[in-house]
């Protein structure tokens, strides 16, 4: 009898003490979640993406909107969202009633990563924002040896592409970069744009940059020239704009498929000399035909051999012409800026593949482009100056002091040319 006792106040204790740690267990608060200028906890979040062929109504309906009520939220902020631009694939997020009706309250559209508007048909009148996400920007650093081609430098270091169509548009007249040297180097200063403080959305301006190009080095700096209009350039170690008066080449990223050669000889024509007065630049049918500089378009026509072209005079001096379009995309008259774009490659006219025939005249007589020396734009101010080397300073000690990656593959000694 003694034990048994014994054995239920045990039990008795044991119990009372699994009683008093339950007892002090602490549920924690729910964190707190704020997205889109709301909190999201007070909401059921349907995080969804456009089907093909959805349209807003169909979205809203399933979601316990009536039909009256849509066509009052479309009519009510089209001014601010027209809903038929809704794309499919891309996301949205619906802010539902947490309670058994589940009804949409707001309707939340994403642009892109950054870029969302918000319609909100919680009160008896919609209203609409358009709205993005803050914003934090990070300088970084990034070096490259050039194996095989600028794109896949960069690829191997794991940067954003951008940064070479960006690294190429700096240095368009300093390099040709259709004629890229292997183990050619980079050097880099650039901005990357975060949300949420981890998710990189994209790259901002490079603020400093060195291109190494057949053992030559070349600077490159960003500085701004008028902090009012906003206006600003590259320029190298002695204060010398980089960028001339013309692009080299009226497409990015393409290869030179035939050159400036006036004693070309085809076998097609039984091996007879037929001068090529033109650079032809290979592209896919649709790649979009930039003017290389300022000017007023002359003629846009489709024309024998030329197929659809357009001629830009610029100045007195220089006149510029782009043959084999697809399709123009300026006329007669139409005063164009240097990159934009005036057509896209296709292959009218004579032509055995797609490509752009740039065809280049100084007064009056068609020369080779990439042979000529064409003047520097505006250059720097005398006042400037010495903001400008104060300025560069602190970022050439950076680049200077960036190693390069190593390479995997042993280096070639012959050198080759290497298409961007």
Known sequence: ?????????????????????????????????????????????????????????????????????????????????????????????????????????????????????????????????NKSKPIRTETKTASGVITSNLSNAMDEQGLNLYLAYDLSDIYAWTIDFFRLQKNDKFKIIYEQHYINDTIPVGIGKIKGAYFEHVGKPFYAFKFTTDSIKNISDY??????????????????????????????????YGNRVRPHKGTDFAGPVGTPIMSTANGTVVESQYKGGNGNYVKVKHNGTYTTQYLHMSKRAVKVGQYVKQGDVIGYVGMTGNTSGPHVCYRFWKNGVQVDPLKEKLPTSEPLKTALKPTYFKHIEPLKKILDSLKYPKITEKPSTEQEDLNT
């Open 1 to 129: 009898m003694k034990k048994f006792i014994t054995l239920i106040s045990l039990i008795l204790f044991f119990a009372c003490k699994n009683d008093s740690q339950q007892a002090s267990i602490v549920v924690p608060e729910p964190k707190i979640i704020n997205e889109f200028g709301f909190t999201l906890n007070n909401y059921k979040v349907i995080n969804d993406t456009i089907k093909s062929g959805e349209i807003f109504s169909d979205i809203l309906l399933k979601n316990h909107i009536e039909y009256a009520k849509i066509l009052e939220i479309v009519n009510t902020v089209r001014d601010t969202f027209n809903v038929r631009t809704m794309k499919a694939g891309k996301p949205y997020t619906i802010l539902a009633k947490k309670d058994s009706t589940e009804q949409a309250q707001v309707f939340i559209y994403q642009h892109s990563q950054v870029n969302y508007t918000v319609i909100d048909f919680r009160d008896s009148i919609p209203v609409a924002h």
């Open 235 to 268: 320029y190298d170690f002695e204060a010398n704009n980089l960028r001339r008066q013309f692009l080299k080449a009226p497409l990015e990223f393409k290869r030179i498929t035939s050159r400036f050669n006036l004693n070309r000889r085809i076998a097609f």
